[in-house]
Nanobody
Framework: QAQLVESGGGLVQPGGSLRLSCAAS????????MRWYRQAPGKERELVAT???????NYVDSVKGRFTISRDNAKNTVYLQMNSLKPEDTAVYYC??????????WGQGTQVTVSS
């Protein structure tokens, strides 16, 4: 069964770094955009970063200059490098993939907690 497997979340102090990974199963083909969303307690899910099939990237203003999204097409994997983390970055982070055919997949979510 096609699925996404996330890893890399955890507890980090303010100013620290984490790298999230999301590996898609080999059965998912023709991947178009890959994205990271996050959802903090009591808040709506928010689009954090997008990377398209040609490598173009886009970020929500609150993470620009601190987060970097990248992808390894050979491994069907998308990454989110998060630097200079702030307490307000605390959330469950979800990866999202959409194929050229419009089929979407969601990861199971990984908790990121930024606290001293």
């Amino acid at each position: 069964q096609a699925q996404l497997v996330e890893s890399g979340g955890g507890l980090v102090q303010p100013g620290g770094s984490l790298r999230l990974s999301c590996a898609a199963s080999e059965s998912i083909r023709n991947i178009n955009a890959m994205r990271w969303y996050r959802q903090a307690p009591g808040k709506e899910r928010e689009l954090v970063a997008t990377i398209t099939s040609d490598g173009s990237t886009n970020y929500v203003d609150s993470v620009k200059g601190r987060f970097t999204i990248s992808r390894d097409n050979a491994k069907n994997t998308v990454y989110l490098q998060m630097n200079s983390l702030k307490p307000e970055d605390t959330a469950v982070y979800y990866c999202f993939i959409v194929t050229n055919w419009g089929v979407v997949y969601w990861g199971q979510g990984t908790q990121v907690t930024v606290s001293s």
